[in-house]
Structure formats: C-alpha cells, structure tokens
C-alpha cells in the first residue's frame, strides 16, 4: 500500500515537473515568438527608412538635375537679353508676331517666322543694290537702303539669339559673321563678338 503511494507521488512529482517544464518551454516560445515580430517589425521599419531615404534621394536628383547636368546658354553667361524689334519697326504684324512669341518663349516659332522676314528683307537690299540711284544722288533710294539694312541688322540679331536658343550653334556662327560684316549697322556688336568667341570655344 505504501509502495502504491509512493509510485503515485513520484508519478505526481514528474508529472508536476513535466508539465511545469513544458509551461516554461511554452513561456520560451512565446517569448521567442515576441522577439522575432518585433525583430522583424523593426526590420521592416528599417528597410521602410532606407526605400525612403533612396526615394527622396533619387527625387532631389531628379528636381536638380537640370540645373546641374545641362550647361549654361552662352547668351545667359554672357547677359543678352531676349530682343525686339525697334517700336517703329514693331508696327507691322509680322514684327509684333515675332515679339510676341519671344515674350512668350515660343523660340521655334519665332524662328521660322523671323528667318522668312530676314529672308525678305535680304530680297529688298538686293533689288535696292540693283538700283544705280542707290549710289548717286538720289537721296529717297539711299535712305531706303539704309532703312532697310537697319531693319536687317535688327532681324539678324533677332534671328542669331532665336537659333542660339534652338541650340543650333553652327548656324549661329555663320550668321553672326554676316552680322558683324557691316558694323555701322551693329547695334550689338560688342555682344555679337563675345557671343562668336564663346560658340566657337
């Protein structure tokens, strides 16, 4: 009988001792489970911070760069402003066309619109050359001849910043040296010449 009874407290005993055993394991792995999420929430939030820090990062290069990758126009380094035509001149539509699509940074258009006047005007001195009056006495023929080579010089200088600002530096050149081939015409001839050295650099 005793022997029964003390079977039956041993078996107690480790029963007790299993079980408890068993809590605490299961204690551990709670445990161990409380670890890992909150290993694993910090290691998400840890990778949040950096897919957010390369985020911005690429953002700010994306905003910049083009100010920082694109080179500076020489018209900007060298201070010349957008031209127009003289007020007198602006009268005519096509004129005040050209002005207007400047002022509204329409640079290709203005472009095409002012190479056909340029082309035009190149026409009227060529007829007037043609004219023997030009070179004689006839005051009205040389005063039109003058005027318009002004208004040549004026549209070349308007027509070299347009190509400029359309990048086309070769072109630029070319009609710069045709503008600076008549200086009593050159309003801008100081501009007109650094303008020459920095396309050619």
């Known amino acids: 009988m005793e022997g029964d009874v003390f079977e039956r407290n041993g078996a107690d005993k480790m029963t007790l001792l299993i079980t ?23 290691s998400r939030m840890h990778r949040i911070y950096i897919l957010a820090s390369i985020a911005a990062g690429l953002l700010v290069l994306l905003v910049l760069s083009p100010f920082t990758s694109s080179e500076s126009s020489p018209l900007d380094e060298l201070g010349i402003t957008a031209p127009t035509m003289s007020e007198f001149r602006a009268a005519t539509p096509e004129l005040t066309r050209i002005n207007k699509l400047i002022e509204e940074e329409n640079y290709e258009d203005a472009l095409t619109l002012t190479a056909k006047a340029m082309s035009a005007s190149d026409m009227a001195i060529y007829e007037l050359e043609g004219v023997p009056e030009v070179w004689g006495s006839d005051e009205e023929a040389a005063y039109e001849d003058d005027i318009e080579r002004v208004k040549n010089s004026e549209l070349r200088w308007v027509y070299i910043y347009l190509l400029v600002k359309n990048e086309d530096k070769k072109t630029a050149k070319k009609e710069l040296k045709k503008y600076l081939k008549y200086p009593q ?17």
């Open 20 to 42: 408890e055993r068993l809590g605490e394991r299961q204690k551990k792995l709670k445990q161990m489970e409380e670890w890992e999420r909150k290993n694993n929430h910090k």
């Open 185 to 201: 015409y050159c309003e801008h001839e100081n501009e007109a010449r650094e303008l020459l050295k920095k396309l050619k650099k």
